[in-house]
Nanobody, 123 residues
């Protein structure tokens, strides 16, 4: 069984930075970060797989966010720079056992979720 516990959310002004952390226990093939705002579907932001050798980002995160993992300490990170008000959301750490989670449509195979951490960006 996979367990995920996020930390590091908070409030920041536009242009600022935050780093989210996720403590991971159990086997995973992919790990990732999703976000959700009220009234909208949860969206994939970034994912990492093949023991950290590959990463993918959604269009809004490219060039601003960096996903990484520390295998020795079983930690997953999301470094977020140049934050914008539209980045405001609940952010979730997520994981998957399925190798299909690395495919183009693999975001839907993430089935393990943390409790979420709020990120608020003010203009």
């Amino acid at each position: 069984q996979v367990q995920l516990v996020e930390s590091g959310g908070g409030s920041v002004q536009a242009g600022g930075s935050l780093t989210l952390s996720c403590a991971v226990s159990g086997y995973t093939f992919c790990m990732g970060w999703f976000r959700q705002v009220p009234g909208k579907e949860r969206e994939g932001v970034a994912r990492i797989y093949y023991h950290g050798r590959n990463t993918d980002y959604n269009e809004s995160a490219k060039g601003r966010f960096t996903i990484s993992q520390n295998n020795a300490e079983n930690l997953l990170y999301l470094q977020m720079n140049n934050l914008k008000p539209e980045d405001t959301a609940m952010y979730y750490c997520a994981a998957s056992h399925r190798t299909g989670c690395a495919d183009a449509q693999g975001w839907r195979f993430f089935t393990y979720w943390g409790q979420g951490t709020q990120v608020t960006v003010s203009s």
